[in-house]
């Protein structure tokens, strides 16, 4: 898996994202939690995708506390008017399942991709060059302008700025401030674009698909349909 | 208000794919009759560039801070071009910051990208005879839309066995707790459009 392509790496988390958020019973859960280990220690990283899956975990949580409170008939336990109910538990641990899931193996396939290659990924896989240029050209000045708003905020803080409502018309002043700088790098950006001979997109050429990128999809395609077949049948 | 994976059924998801293909479509069909679209496209990813870079910083609105959608704003300013804006926006966030998800990324994209179509035909409109209406309209309106996609969204995934009156009440939560928040982006498209008439206008076309 290590060796696969970028287009192949979206393929395969296409199959097994969509083969996971397939399943409605519990009884393939440990499946599919097994799977997503699998595809996480099999690419390494693993500590990436464990920093950045703290979102998703506090909102799996999140249901995990909520879902068992609300929803249900069945009472399992209960303190005064508080009452945890079976059918809310089984709710929020299918769904906190595929959410956690999907994100790990998600994360685990792309994040460690530079942005540049999976955005000539999506390319590969006929996404239209206007939107990978965008995506390109969005990725090359991110930094740049997250810095330059950053700073300006921070500038408007130090000078004592307004806070609460009052701020909020010098918000939109500086984002007007950031727009129009924008506009103006956009022009120059578009000159050197043309002297350069910008004509058919700004992405990495893509190269044709190998041996074993096809084997990284069959294999993805089988087990997205392996664990929808398991959830009908167990 | 990013629809996470996991949360809807996979048909739903589906059906957002194919919606966000649509309208896609749509968006590049229209852009393609612009005498040089590709000229467009500096622009067009600057500006986007701006809009990703300000929904990262989160603005004081008592009593808490929100991080602003600028949905609206993106229909106003670049029309056609903000539907493929915001699908590569939203790719992006979920790929980079774990925002929303791969399987989700169709729905989210009609929860963001019809409010910002709304948000353009309003200032169409209505933005050249009373700019300061519309774009307040354009700003809140296109938050109060992506709440109520939302919200149906959910509502509509989530298991049968959660009772109507405990999806009553969760639903009037949100729309409290977004409310600020609608209101502070009317308030800031407002502002900021007057201040682009004002210095830049080919900032704001139609207006």
Partial sequence: MAEASPRARLVVVLFLAFGIAAVQGLAVLPWVIGLALAVVLACGHWWLVLRRMRGPAALALGLVLVLPLIAGETVLAQLGPIALRLEGVQAAALIAGRLLAIVAITLALLAPLPPFQLVAGLRGLRVPALMTDLALLTLRYLDEVSADLRRAHLARQLRGGRSGWHALPDHARLLASSLIRAQARSERLWAAMRLRGYDTGLALPVAPLQVHDWVAITGAALLGCGVIWLDRVL | ?207
């Fill in chain 2, 1 to 207: 208000m990013h629809l996470p994976d996991g949360i809807v059924p996979v048909e739903m998801a589906l059906a957002g794919y194919a919606c966000s293909a649509g309208l896609v479509a749509l968006a590049l069909h229209r852009i393609k009759t612009l005498p040089d679209p590709q000229a467009e496209i500096p622009r067009v990813a600057m500006l986007t560039t701006v809009f990703f870079a300000a929904s990262l910083i989160a603005v004081p609105v008592p009593p808490a801070s929100v991080h602003l959608m600028l949905a609206g704003l993106m229909g106003v300013m670049l029309g056609w071009f903000a539907i493929p804006a915001i699908m590569v926006g939203l790719f992006l966030q979920a790929m980079l910051f774990g925002h929303g998800g791969i399987t989700a990324l169709g729905l989210n994209g009609v929860i963001f990208g019809l409010p910002a179509l709304g948000a353009f035909g309003i200032w169409r409109l209505i933005g050249g005879r009373w700019p300061d209406v519309g774009a307040f309209l354009a700003g809140s309106g296109a938050v109060l839309a992506a709440l109520a996609l939302f919200a149906g969204i959910v509502l509509a995934g989530l298991p049968a066995v959660i009772d109507a009156g405990a999806e009553r009440i969760a639903l009037q939560l949100l729309l409290i707790a977004h409310l600020p928040l609608a209101l502070a982006e009317g308030v800031i498209v407002m502002t900021l459009l007057r201040v682009l008439r004002r210095v830049e206008p080919r900032l704001v076309p139609h207006g």
